[in-house]
Structures are given as structure tokens and as C-alpha cells.
């Protein structure tokens, strides 16, 4: 599965999965993030109590979402899966440094060239955020 990981275009400090946990290519996947207290934004997002941004947080679900769409589609490694909408959602706790953030994504079926997730990430079994993208690919080699 950690190879899988690899076929992810981020590189850091912008790859915000650290493991897949599981995947069942087109249906979902869990994977983890672990937050560590010397990234980016630690420094100056509420200094001296910093909280993980939430833009972060619906990053790190967008790219476990990409990984389930590249579990189902080998053909498209290499090619950048791009986030092109995002719904209701909802941010419920804050996540610091020191946390280990679940982030689940389940695919729905959707329009050709297009794909829809369910997304949630949770901490300590309670949730953090949850939603739906909208993403496609490029189909540029």
C-alpha cells in the first residue's frame, strides 16, 4: 500500500498522508496523518497555540481521496488528480500538533471525467471535518 503513496504528485512538505491503514480501489480508503509540531504552519497559525489550518485538513482528505482514485486507475499515475469542487462542509474540533488525524474517503459514482468523495477526518474516534469533493484528472501524459 505505501507504494501506492508513492504515485501521489505531492512532495514535501505538501504530502499531508503519512500511511494508508486500508483501500478498497473504488469503493474507499483510510489513511493517517500524524501532525507534528515542526511543520509550516505550526509557527504562526495562533502562535503559542497553534491549530492545524482547516484548508490542511481538507488537503490531507483531498489527497487520501486521490489515492483511492489512483488505487482504481494505475493508468493515471503521474497525473495530477485536481480538486474542482467542494460541499457542505463542516469543521467540528480543532486538530494541534501531536494528533493523528483518520482521514476516510468513500467514492461515489459520478459523471464520466468526473469523481465525487465522501470524505471525514476524525481524531481519537471523534470527528474533526467532514464533506464531499468533486475532482478530475488531467489527462495530459
Avoid: N
Avoid at 474517503?105 to 471525514?120: L, Q, V
Wanted: charged letters at 25%; hydrophobic letters at 45%.
Amino acid at each position: 500500500m505505501q507504494g501506492l503513496l508513492a504515485r501521489l504528485p505531492h512532495r514535501p512538505p505538501w504530502v499531508l498522508v503519512d500511511e494508508i491503514v486500508e483501500v478498497e480501489p473504488g469503493s474507499s480508503i483510510v489513511c493517517r496523518k500524524t501532525v507534528r509540531g515542526d511543520e509550516d504552519w505550526v509557527p504562526a497559525h495562533f502562535p503559542g497555540q497553534p491549530i492545524m489550518p482547516g484548508v490542511l485538513v481538507v488537503e490531507a482528505l483531498a489527497q487520501a481521496a486521490a489515492l483511492l482514485y489512483l488505487a482504481d486507475h494505475p493508468e493515471a499515475t503521474g497525473m495530477p488528480v485536481y480538486l474542482v469542487g467542494m460541499d457542505k462542509w463542516r469543521f467540528r474540533r480543532m486538530v494541534r500538533p501531536g494528533d493523528v488525524i483518520e482521514l476516510r474517503a468513500r467514492s461515489i459514482p459520478g459523471r464520466r471525467g468526473f469523481w465525487t468523495f465522501e470524505a471525514e477526518a476524525t481524531v481519537d474516534g471523534h470527528r474533526v471535518a467532514s464533506g464531499s469533493f468533486l475532482a478530475t484528472r488531467s489527462f495530459e501524459a
